[in-house]
């Protein structure tokens, strides 16, 4: 909890900008706050929850994130419980009716060091499936696993962003698949590697989940493996397409190469 000296601090700070979430120094400490925003409407939900239902992929469930003390509710329990699995994530360091505090990780992410670093790219991105892996063996599940939404912090992976939770509407196994491929399609089209070594690559972490999380994962990538069709090229189609083409093709190599290395039968 903050002092009364420090809560004027970051009055202070709040009134000078609009902007939801800010980086505040408090006493020489940088903390992130963030208020509330205004209640989210979603018109999109019903189709998204159809899709689910008509192509057996429950992780295309539409996760309610509700903006609002909701969001703000949601997004504090999950940082706790989190915490407390083991999991890591911003601390928590005060709460009000209209913002809360948490602690500042840094500002460098996995998506980020994958631009930047180019020729680290494969460390940095493993790290990533690295952390995945670990989050999900304290059946835990990150909420919208973009790379973006993964910081590198003392030189591990720290999760950040929990105003949903996917467990609440899907089974915690198509949370986690949903949480493979959100980072794959954040990151495949980024990484300077050919396609059939991140294929690789991604098998190897994801066969160390659980059973049930790889059959999701896999029933996923054949559902939508055709999607590599897709154009490559990102003008005039945009970061959409080519992120999408881009991680569908990994997905239908990981099919393929699953299908070699299964024993011939008879």
Not at 46 to 51: A, D, F, G, K, R
Not at 183 to 188: K, P, Q, V, W
Not at 239 to 253: G, M, N, P, T, Y
């Amino acid at each position: 909890m903050f002092t009364p000296e420090q809560l004027a601090i970051i009055t202070e700070q709040l009134a000078r900008t609009p902007d939801r979430t800010q980086l505040v120094e408090v006493d020489g400490t940088p903390v992130i706050v963030k208020q509330l925003e205004a209640p989210l409407k979603h018109w999109g939900y019903p189709v998204l929850n159809t899709l689910a239902s008509v192509l057996r992929q429950p992780m295309l469930r539409a996760v309610p994130a509700p903006g609002s003390s909701a969001a703000q509710s949601i997004e504090i329990a999950r940082l706790r419980a989190l915490a407390s699995a083991g999991v890591s994530v911003p601390e928590v360091l005060h709460v009000t009716p209209h913002w809360f505090a948490i602690s500042f990780l840094g500002a460098t992410s996995i998506d980020q060091l994958l631009r930047q670093q180019p020729e680290r790219g494969l460390y940095y991105w493993e790290s990533g499936l690295q952390a995945i892996l670990e989050l999900h063996r304290l059946c835990q599940t990150a909420s919208q696993c973009f790379a973006r939404n993964m910081i590198w912090h003392e030189g591990k992976v720290s999760f950040i962003d929990f105003e949903d939770n996917p467990s609440s509407v899907m089974p915690m196994a198509s949370a986690q698949a949903r949480d493979w491929l959100l980072y794959l399609h954040s990151t495949a089209y980024i990484l300077n590697i050919d396609a059939q070594e991140i294929a690789q690559h991604f098998l190897r972490y994801l066969q160390q989940d659980g059973s049930d999380v790889q059959e999701e994962v896999m029933r996923a990538a054949r559902t939508f493996g055709w999607l590599r069709m897709l154009p490559k090229q990102r003008k005039p189609w945009g970061r959409d397409v080519v992120s999408a083409q881009a991680a569908a093709q990994v997905l239908h190599l990981a099919v393929r190469e699953l299908k070699k290395r299964r024993p011939a039968s008879g």
